[in-house]
């Protein structure tokens, strides 16, 4: 059973950071590409940033310096380091990775999410 379980989340005012962290657990065989990923209320969820096993990284605009992503593929983890924050990044984020075990090929896993709320 693979697990995602991210940590993180909270309240800052515009301005500020924030740094999420996911960690996969579970009988892991490997990883590819590991990610966050938003839903803010009444809005579609929407990639935020994405890394593949190589380290190559892609962002959506809205993002794009302000937010870095990265990974330490020793732990499993992936983190995304938010700076600048505007209140329009205030979502639910969730962490996705792709992941294989000895049991089953790479599917997609999904953390359970974690909120960010940012205050103007």
């Known amino acids: 059973q693979v697990q995602l379980v991210e940590s993180g989340g909270g309240l800052v005012q515009a301005g500020g950071s924030l740094r999420l962290s996911c960690a996969a657990s579970?009988?892991?065989?490997?990883?590819?590409?590991m990610g966050w990923y938003r839903q803010a209320p009444g809005k579609q969820r929407e990639m935020v940033a994405t890394i593949t096993s190589g380290g190559s990284t892609d962002y959506v605009d809205s993002v794009k310096g302000r937010f870095t992503i990265s990974r330490d593929n020793a732990k499993n983890a992936v983190y995304l380091q938010m700076n600048s924050l505007k209140p329009e990044d205030t979502a639910v984020y969730s962490c996705n990775a792709r992941i294989a075990t000895v049991f089953k090929g790479h599917s997609d896993y999904w953390g359970q999410g974690t909120q960010v709320t940012v205050s103007s």
């Open positions: 579970g009988i892991i065989f490997s990883i590819n590409a």
